[in-house]
C-alpha cells in the first residue's frame, strides 16, 4: 500500500529541525591544532596591544620639542645615549638634546616622544662618542605606536562561533591562548542501505554501482565541521537494520541513512522510525532533488533518512544537517550563506516545487553570476564536483530568464547566514 | 652602513619566483583522507555513467508501444512477471503487454523502453497473478536513465590540480578510486627571528611580544595546502643562524624566517643568504605593508625573508609563498583569486606605493563590496582575524572614494586566479 506523504515547505522542514534543543560540548586543542575548528568562547584582549608604547621603524627616539628649531638649513644635533633592540627595556632616560638608536618593535624608552627614522638623520662620531643631527621638525607622539592603539584590554576579539583561521590563529597567539577552548565536533553516523551499492574498491557488476554517498557525505561532514563514521552498508533486513541503528545512536550525534527513503516495497526506513519510537518531524520536502527526505528525532539525537540518488543526498545534507553541526558548533550563522545573483542561463520551464539547482558561481565585474554546473537530474554525480552553490529557483508558474535575479547558496563559505530559505 | 634598495613593482616580484622551475611531487591517499588534497591527475570516466540502462523512478518497466491506445477512458492491462530490486538483473524478457515491477536505479529489464511511475497505474490480482492497468500513453525512452547519459567512457571530468571536495569525492567514489593519486604536501620549514620573541606559553614581559607570526604562517601554510615544521626561534647569532638554516634547507621545500630582514643594525638574514650562496631574487618590494620582503633561491628549494611585522609577514606569505604551494599542488591557478569590488569606503590619501588593505568582502544584492577590516597599520594583528580578501589600491597621485571599483584577493577561495597583479 502506497504512503501519502504531504510535502512540506523547505523552510517549514528547516524551522521543525531548528526548533529541537540542539547540545553544545567544547573541547580543549593546543593552538597548533586550531585551524578551522570552531571558537567556543568570545576571545577579548587580555591585555592592551601593544602593550608598552613602541617603535613601528628603525630610527632614533628623541624629544619632539628639541625638533623645533630644525629645517633645512638648520640642523640639530642629539648626542646618542643608548642602543635599543627590540625586547631590551631602555635604562637611559632620554634628555635634551639626547637620542637613543631604537630598533622597529622596541619599547619607547622615558623622555622620548617621537622617533625619528634612520633615512632621516645624519650620524657622526666625535670626541668617541656617537652623535645625530637633524634637520627635520618631529610632532611629539610622531612614529609612535602607542599601549593600547591596537587593542584595549577587554575587548571583543573574536566572537564564540567563528572557526579560526590564520587571522584568528594569530590573536589567540598574540594573547598567549597555547590552548584553545573550541566547539567539540560533532560525530556523524552514517549507514548506506540498497542492495544495488558496491564498495569503492570493487570491480562493477550489472545492476549494481558503487557506493558514492557514503564518501561525499563523509566529506559533506567533514567540511561542516563534524565527524564522521561510517558503519558500512545495511541489508535489507529489518531487525538486523533495526540492531544496527540501536547500537549506532550510542555512539552518534546524528544518525544518518542514505536509500531506503522512498515509498516502494523494499523501504524499511519509515518502520526502523517506529520501532525506534523517534518521532518524525517530517518525511517529504517540496523541493527538487531531495524531496523524499526524512528527518526524526529520538531523544537529544537527530536521524536523517537521505535519498539514495547522490544529488537528492548531498542537498539534503546541506540543507537539514550542516545548520545542526553548525549550531553544534557555536555558530548563530548555521545555514549555508544566502546571497543573490543574476542567472546565466534560462530556466524556461516552470516549477511545480522549488528546485535546487548545483551551480557555479562566478563574478563579472564584481557582479554574482549563477548558472548550473551540469546537468540537473538527481542521479548525476558529475555536476557536483563543479558545484560552489545551489541556485534556488522557487516554485511558480512561470520559468526563469537569464539576467533575473535568483538567491544562491554558497557551498565553500566559512561564513553562513541566519536563516537559509524565506517560505519557499 | 645602509644598504640601498631598490623596491620591485608586485607583478615584477611575483614573476621572478614563478619564473623558477618548481618541482611538483604525487602521493597516494585513502579516498577518505582526500578531502582538500589536491589532485596529481586529470580525473576520466573509467565507464560509462550510469554504466547500464536505469529507471530512475519506482514503477513498472514496460514497452511504450503497449501503451498506444491508452487513455483515460481506455485503460490497457498488463501482466506483471517480475520484481526487479536495485542491484538484481531481469531474468526475464518484457514481452507485449507484459511488466516488470521496477525500483529506482534497477537495471532496465529487457524488451521494455519505458517506466511508468508506480503512483499512475492500478494493481490488482486474478488468477494468482499480478496485474497493473493504465491509462496513460507512454512514449519510447520517457523515465529511462540511458547508459552513458550522465557520463561517457573517457571523459575529462575533473582536472589535475583541483582540489578535493565533497563533489569530486562522490566522482573518485562513483569510478572506484579507493586510492586517490594528489600532489604532495610542500613542506614549509619556519624560522622566527627576533630577540623580543615570547613563546605563546610564556607571560608578557617589559619590552617583549609573544610570536604570532610561526603560528599565523604554519596556518596560512595549512590553508594554501602545504605542511608546516616549525623549527623555533633564531638568536641573533650568525653562525648558530646559518648553521641552523643550512641544516633546515635538507629537510624543506621552502623556508621561511620571519623578522631580521630589515635594515637595522641587528638584521643579519642578508649575510645568511649570502654565506649560503643563495640567489637573491629581490629584497624590496613596492607595496604597502610588506616592502621588506626578501625571496632567495638555493638550487629548487625558495628562501623567503618575510617582514617581523604580522600583517606585514601575512600578506608577504599569500602573495609570494602561496603562489609556490599551489604550483606545486598542479594547480594552473596558484594565485589569490582576483576579482573587482565596490569600495564601502574613501582613502583619501594618495599612496607612493601600492597598498594591500585587510578586508572584509561582502555582498549587496549581488555586488561585491569591499571594506577594511580593521586597523591598517602593519603591526595590526586583529584586523587580520575578520580579513577574508586583500584590498589593493595601486599608488598613485590621488585616493580612492566610496563607490569606485577596485581589485580584491579573495583569502578563503578554492579557485584561485592565474594571475594576480596587473602591473602594480
Known amino acids: 500500500m502506497l504512503e501519502k506523504r504531504k ?6 522542514a528547516v524551522g521543525k529541525i531548528m526548533d529541537i534543543k540542539i547540545d553544545q560540548e567544547t573541547e580543549i586543542v593546543p593552538l597548533k591544532d586550531s585551524l578551522n575548528r570552531f571558537l567556543a568562547e568570545d576571545i577579548k584582549a ?28 638648520n640642523s640639530i644635533e ?27 618593535g622596541a619599547q619607547m624608552p622615558d623622555g622620548a616622544d617621537t622617533v625619528i627614522m634612520l633615512e632621516l638623520v645624519k650620524t657622526y662620531e666625535k670626541n ?35 572557526i579560526i583561521n590564520p587571522g584568528v590563529v594569530a590573536v589567540l597567539a598574540t594573547f598567549g591562548y597555547h590552548q584553545v577552548k573550541t566547539a567539540k565536533k560533532p560525530v556523524i553516523g552514517l549507514f548506506a542501505t540498497g542492495t544495488e551499492l558496491l564498495e569503492v574498491s570493487e570491480e562493477l557488476v550489472p545492476g549494481k554501482i558503487r557506493n558514492s554517498n557514503a564518501h561525499m557525505i563523509q566529506a559533506q561532514a ?7 563514521k561510517y558503519y558500512g552498508q545495511l541489508p535489507d533486513d529489518i531487525d538486523i537494520c533495526y540492531s544496527a ?22 523501504d524499511i526506513m519509515p518502520d526502523i522510525y517506529k520501532r525506534l519510537e523517534a518521532d518524525v518531524l517530517f518525511n517529504k520536502v517540496a523541493m527538487r532533488p531531495g524531496s523524499v527526505t526524512t528527518v526524526a528525532k529520538l531523544d537529544r539525537k537527530i536521524l536523517y533518512g537521505l535519498s539514495g540518488n547522490p544529488s537528492a543526498c548531498y542537498v539534503g545534507f546541506e540543507l537539514f544537517v550542516r545548520p ?12 549555508l550563506r544566502r546571497e543573490e545573483a543574476w542567472l546565466n542561463v534560462d530556466f524556461p520551464k516552470a516549477n511545480p516545487f522549488t528546485r535546487l539547482i548545483r551551480g557555479n558561481l562566478s563574478f563579472e565585474q564584481g ?46 563559505d566559512y561564513e553562513g547566514s541566519k536563516g537559509a530559505f524565506k517560505g519557499v
Open 7 to 12: 510535502p512540506l515547505p523547505i523552510h517549514e
Open 46 to 73: 587580555k591585555h592592551d596591544v601593544p602593550h608598552f608604547n613602541r617603535s613601528p621603524y628603525d630610527g632614533f627616539a628623541i624629544r619632539a620639542e628639541d625638533t623645533r628649531l630644525a629645517e633645512t638649513g
Open 78 to 104: 642629539f648626542e646618542v645615549i643608548e642602543k635599543l633592540a627590540a625586547g631590551t627595556v631602555a635604562e637611559k632616560k632620554v634628555g635634551p638634546f639626547q637620542a637613543s638608536r631604537i630598533m622597529t
Open 128 to 162: 668617541n662618542k656617537d652623535y645625530i643631527s637633524i634637520k627635520r621638525k618631529q610632532h611629539s607622539g610622531e612614529n609612535v605606536s602607542f599601549k593600547g592603539e591596537d587593542a584595549k584590554q577587554g575587548e571583543l576579539l573574536v566572537q564564540k562561533g567563528t
Open 222 to 228: 567533514e567540511r561542516a565541521g563534524a565527524e564522521a
Open 245 to 266: 541503528i540501536k547500537q549506532a545512536l550510542t555512539e552518534v550525534d546524528i544518525l544518518i541513512t542514505t536509500g531506503g527513503v522512498s515509498v516502494g516495497d523494499y
Open 324 to 335: 545542526v553541526i553548525r549550531t553544534k558548533l557555536f555558530s548563530d550563522k548555521p545555514h
Open 367 to 412: 557582479k554574482l553570476r549563477a548558472e548550473p554546473s551540469g546537468l540537473d537530474k538527481s542521479s548525476v554525480v558529475m555536476s557536483l564536483a563543479g558545484a560552489n552553490a545551489l541556485i534556488v529557483l522557487p516554485s511558480g508558474t512561470r520559468g526563469y530568464q537569464k539576467g533575473d535575479i535568483v538567491d544562491v547558496l554558497l557551498l565553500e
